[in-house]
């Protein structure tokens, strides 16, 4: 049990100090995604995913694309 509770502390640390960006540039998503820079690009020019007015990535639609199966892209 003391096992899991230093486990949950370090999580807990480690995520105050590294607070998740509210907004990715297009190479962080690619990596959160597991795609290529390539793929990011086309899913912007698919609608799928959309930059905001400083040409970054909201947090949000990255979580949604992990949580669902991304489109097939034959641009």
Do not use: W
């Amino acid at each position: 049990m003391a096992e899991i509770d230093i486990a949950l502390r370090a999580i807990q640390l480690y995520s105050d100090m590294h607070p998740r960006p509210t907004h990715l540039t297009q190479v962080q998503a690619a990596e959160m995604l597991g795609v290529h820079r390539n793929t990011i690009s086309k899913l912007l020019r698919a609608g799928v995913l959309r930059l905001n007015q400083c040409g970054l990535i909201p947090i949000e639609l990255i979580d949604l694309a992990r949580s669902t199966k991304l489109p097939p892209l034959d641009c």
